[in-house]
């Protein structure tokens, strides 16, 4: 079965860096593009980045103003997130999540279909 | 703000049907990339529903998604305890923000 496993979420001081992983199994990993999404406290999901298939091209969101870097290790079946600069406002649960059709252009987003359980990152203000 | 407009909270007692509903633009409403998913607390948020109307493999009967304009809806019928979470319907959008979701529901149980 699909697993998705996010770590390295923790306390971290305003303005310093914190990078996240998910381990994937159950599915061929370099089929698919993968996200992640966060989720701060009382709100709704936030739709952070998007990485290709292979590798080969990301999209972000605007609001994250380039702080923010996906990335993949199809060897490993591991996705990774770097977060450089980070503010109170980061502090959320951060989510992998698995793009639902394989080896399709990330230009446009079909469905997830399965979500890790998260790691939750917070910065103190 | 969310880009896609849900009813906060709703309730329902069991046995009973209930919808949900999920405003947006023609920027995600032109396309049928509309999605519903179950989140509880302490778990992976579990997909429900894709392409409007398509339920994930395993995903029971009872979940039922549509569309009628720029409206989606989610509906649960013969409603059970363990459907208690917060919904949320996300979608492909051409705004440039790629993928947008709803502020959520939170369905009680009564």
């Known amino acids: 079965q699909v697993q998705l496993v996010e770590s390295g979420g923790g306390v971290v001081q305003p303005g310093k860096s914190l990078r996240l992983s998910c381990a994937a199994s159950g599915f061929t990993f370099r089929r698919y593009a993968m996200h992640w999404v966060r989720q701060a406290p009382g709100k709704g999901p936030e739709w952070l980045a998007v990485i290709s298939y292979d590798g080969s091209k990301e999209r972000y969101a605007a609001s994250l103003g380039g702080r923010f870097s996906i990335s993949r290790d199809n060897s490993r079946n591991t996705l990774s997130l770097q977060m450089n600069s980070l503010t109170k406002d980061d502090t959320a649960i951060y989510y992998c999540?698995?793009?639902?059709?394989?080896?399709?252009?990330?230009?446009?987003?079909?469905?997830?279909?399965?979500w890790g359980q998260g790691t939750l990152v917070t910065v103190p203000s | 703000q969310s880009a896609l407009t849900q009813p906060a909270s709703l309730s329902g007692s069991p046995g009973q049907s209930i919808t949900i509903s999920c405003n947006g633009s023609n920027r995600e409403f032109d396309y049928n990339y509309i999605s519903w998913s179950q989140h509880r607390p302490g778990k992976a948020p579990k997909v429900l529903i894709y392409d409007v109307t398509s339920r994930l493999s395993g995903v029971s009967h009872r979940f039922s998604g549509s569309k009628s304009g720029n409206t989606a809806s989610l509906t649960i019928s013969g409603l059970q305890s363990e459907d208690e979470a917060d919904y949320y319907c996300?979608?492909?959008?051409?705004?440039?923000?790629?993928?947008?979701f709803g502020g959520g529901t939170k369905l009680t149980v009564l």
């Open positions: 996300s979608s492909f959008t051409s705004s440039g923000a790629h993928v947008v």
């Open positions: 999540v698995k793009e639902g059709l394989d080896v399709v252009t990330i230009d446009v987003h079909y469905y997830f279909d399965y």
